[in-house]
């Protein structure tokens, strides 16, 4: 009655709720994470009677369990009992089985019989090898003097003929005879008797050398048969071993699946055996497999529910995953995009990074100092253009090459900008369009790409003639002059070579944007001939692994490469590279720098510099 007293009122679809619903409905199992330990609770309006019920489960399932084990363990030994008398059968089944094969087959010791006849398979096959070898070899000397027998030449010349004892003797011999006669030759005539006994000594000796290479090639040809017929032998001996192997392993197969079943068999026997032995001692030890370590006190306080608890639980939960998640992406993320994986990982140091233009179409982006549209793009260039100055490596470089990873990274943007830079501060600067596979300098300066380069390469027209000149002040251009079906072969030429080495002596800088890297290897035919390289690489693009392959291509190369330009990044994150451009404390300082250049430049250098046809 206390225990229902709470749950009078309750009722379910059959009716008022029975003592055995209420305790299924409020009972809880608490496992203790990392340990054996179960937690045993249940929930009641009366804190008296709710440590009681908790109690009376512990009990109740501890006895259980001890029931339920004495009753399996008795039933296990008994089942193992029939199996292993069963399996005991099995195995001396199998003992009769092999006894009978090896009574049939005469097989005692296969064992030995097969370590015996491998030995001498192995033996024979050594011996067939040598024999093989000697006679290939004594072959080819036969084959060799039949050749030079339809040749008609001397067999005397055979490395293998002259180096027999009496032939090599008489070659020495018939070679002293013939400087003696041509000694003589100069005090005496042809019919002097001292010409005639030397003659006559000459072909003797001549008749003994050619008996004795006879004689040699006799002895070969007996060597060729003997070693022939010593192969033939051999052979045959190997495959009469060979066969009486492959009997003994056909044998032996047989018995070998018998002896690997009697050994899984006897291993269940033993298994089953031992098995038995441990249940009928656990049956006679068997104990609770639990007991109660804390009995259940009434509480002093309710259980549920516990707000504060679950509010902090799921502020800090999502605080957790949040974090995971956001450790997650960076850690996948193998893109470049900081000037840590520049310097770290790719190995370039860090020249500048150029920030992004928004709204923009390519035409106006590589005009952009030009015009200087944005003047935080303008500064980057600068910046980049100072870089360069105070390098030693590359303050005298005249040839700069611009390269990429791969195509989309903003390398024409890079070189178009970077020439006007060298141009406005002076210098007078040629842009020259050296990706011959998809030119595009001519196009984003909105100049013509009819007539360029490859009319003076390959048709001869006048350097003069292919160069736009004065596009701004102090810039020209040369373009590509459309596209090349063999650009790396119009690169290796000579009349290319000559034509920089001719732009080297007119201009202080040229600026060649050249195809990506990894996309085609025309960039690596530019390289001997330029005095550095500016790697162009656009922000979280290109992957780290990617780039890192590429620049080491351009390390192979032995041409300076002067550094890394981080292009497209975000102007909030280009100001951590660039404080000053998100510090608002110096932001009235670049307008009223931008207002005064306006009036300045009305006749000066850097005006709206508009491009020239």
């Known amino acids: 009655e206390r225990f229902m007293a709470p749950y009078a009122d309750a009722l379910s679809f059959t009716g008022p709720l029975t003592p055995t619903q209420m305790l299924a409905q409020n009972r809880k199992i608490l496992p203790q994470r990392g340990t054996l330990m179960i937690g045993v609770g249940y929930n009641h309006p009366d804190p008296v009677m709710a440590a009681r019920v908790a109690n009376l489960f512990a009990d109740e399932f501890i006895n259980y369990n001890l029931t339920l084990n004495i009753d399996g363990s008795m039933k296990a030994v008994e089942d193992l009992r029939i199996r292993a008398d069963q399996q005991k059968e099995r195995v001396e089944e199998l003992e009769l089985k092999m006894a009978e094969y090896r009574e049939d087959n005469n097989a005692v010791s296969l064992e030995s019989q097969e370590n015996i006849a491998a030995t001498q398979l192995s033996s024979l096959n050594t011996i067939k090898i040598e024999n093989k070898h000697l006679y290939d070899n004594l072959e080819t000397r036969i084959n060799l003097i039949e050749s030079f027998r339809r040749a008609g030449r001397n067999l005397s010349e055979l490395p293998f003929i002259a180096e027999q004892g009496q032939v090599s003797q008489l070659l020495s011999q018939i070679s002293a005879i013939k400087i003696g006669i041509s000694s003589s030759s100069k005090r005496y005539r042809e019919k002097h008797p001292v010409m005639i006994e030397q003659q006559q000594t000459l072909q003797e000796s001549e008749v003994e050398l050619a008996a004795a290479v006879k004689d040699s090639v006799d002895k070969l040809s007996s060597a060729l048969v003997e070693a022939k017929s010593n192969f033939e032998l051999a052979s045959q001996r190997l495959a009469e071993k060979e066969l009486e192997l492959i009997k003994l392993s056909k044998t032996r197969v047989a018995y070998s699946s018998l002896q690997r079943e009697m050994d899984v068999q006897q291993g269940f026997l033993q298994a089953l055996v031992q098995r038995m032995t441990q249940e009928r001692a656990a049956v006679n030890l068997k104990n609770p497999n639990s007991r109660v370590i804390d009995e259940a006190l009434p509480p002093l306080r309710h259980s549920s529910p516990n707000i504060v608890m679950n509010l902090a639980a799921g502020f800090f939960g999502g605080l957790a995953v949040g974090a995971g998640l956001i450790f997650v992406v960076a850690f996948l993320d193998d893109r470049v995009k900081?000037?840590?994986?520049?310097?770290?990982?790719?190995?370039?140091?860090?020249?500048?990074?150029?920030?992004?233009?928004?709204?923009?179409?390519?035409?106006?982006?590589?005009?952009?100092?030009?015009?200087?549209?944005?003047?935080?793009?303008?500064?980057?260039?600068?910046?980049?253009h100072s870089a360069l100055k105070i390098s030693e490596e590359s303050k005298n470089a005249k040839v700069i090459v611009t390269t990429s990873t791969v195509p989309g990274e903003g390398k024409s943007f890079i070189s178009s900008n970077l020439a006007l830079t060298f141009a406005n501060h002076?210098?007078?600067?040629?842009?020259?369009?050296?990706d011959l596979r998809l030119p595009n300098v001519a196009r984003s300066l909105q100049l013509e790409n009819d007539f360029g380069m490859l009319d003076h390469i390959e048709k001869e027209v006048a350097l003069d003639e292919v160069i736009m000149k004065a596009v701004y002040p102090n810039l020209d251009v040369l373009p590509s002059g459309g596209k090349s079906k063999n650009p790396t072969q119009v690169l290796n030429s000579a009349k290319f070579e000559a034509m920089l080495a001719d732009l080297r002596d007119r201009y202080d800088r040229i600026v060649i944007d050249s195809p990506p890297l990894a996309a085609v290897s025309d960039v690596l035919n530019l390289l001997p001939l330029a005095d550095g390289v500016l790697y162009?690489?656009?922000?979280?693009?290109?992957?780290?692994?990617?780039?890192?392959?590429?620049?080491?291509?351009?390390?192979?190369?032995?041409?300076?490469?002067?550094?890394?330009?981080?292009?497209?990044?975000?102007?909030?994150?280009?100001?951590?590279?660039?404080?000053?451009?998100?510090?608002?404390?110096?932001?009235?300082?670049?307008?009223?720098?931008?207002?005064?250049?306006?009036d300045e430049l009305a006749g000066s250098v850097e005006p709206e510099m508009e491009p020239r046809a």
């Open 338 to 384: 900081s000037a840590f994986d520049i310097e770290g990982t790719v190995g370039l140091s860090m020249l500048g990074v150029v920030p992004r233009i928004k709204k923009l179409d390519s035409n106006s982006k590589a005009q952009a100092v030009a015009s200087n549209i944005d003047r935080h793009v303008t500064e980057a260039f600068r910046s980049i």
């Open 426 to 434: 002076g210098e007078k600067t040629l842009l020259l369009d050296g």
């Open 536 to 598: 162009v690489i656009k922000f979280n693009t290109v992957k780290r692994k990617t780039a890192v392959v590429n620049v080491r291509r351009l390390w192979e190369s032995n041409t300076p490469i002067f550094g890394a330009i981080l292009n497209n990044i975000s102007s909030t994150l280009a100001s951590y590279y660039y404080s000053s451009y998100s510090d608002k404390a110096y932001q009235d300082y670049y307008i009223s720098q931008d207002v005064e250049l306006e």
